[in-house]
C-alpha cells in the first residue's frame, strides 16, 4: 500500500471517472454517529457507538487497503513494486 495514502472504506467514480475516497476515520466516525442516534431511543447509546467505531477496524490492514484499491480499480503498477 502506498504511505502516502490514507486508509479508505470505500471509493467510487464520479461523472467524470475520477476515484473519490470515503476515508477510513470519517466512515467509522459517522456510521458510531447513526448508530447512536438509533440506539439511543433504548438506553444503548454507547454500546452503539462502540460497535460503529470497531464495525470496520479490519480495513486498516494494509493488505485489505491494497485488495479495496485493487478491486475498484484505484491501482498503480509501479506502487506495487512491478516492473
Known amino acids: ?5 490514507k486508509p479508505v472504506a470505500h471509493l467510487r467514480q464520479n461523472e467524470s471517472d475520477e476515484w ?8 467509522l466516525a459517522g456510521v458510531a454517529t447513526i448508530a447512536t442516534g438509533f440506539a439511543s431511543e433504548f438506553g444503548n447509546a ?3 457507538m462502540a460497535a460503529g467505531l470497531l464495525h470496520d477496524l479490519g480495513k486498516y490492514n494494509p493488505r485489505w487497503q491494497d ?17
Open 46 to 48: 454507547d454500546w452503539a
Open 20 to 27: 473519490l475516497e470515503h476515508e477510513l476515520n470519517d466512515h
Open 1 to 5: 500500500m502506498n504511505k502516502e495514502r
Open 67 to 83: 485488495y479495496i484499491r485493487k478491486s475498484n480499480g484505484d491501482y498503480l503498477e509501479d506502487s506495487d513494486g512491478q516492473d
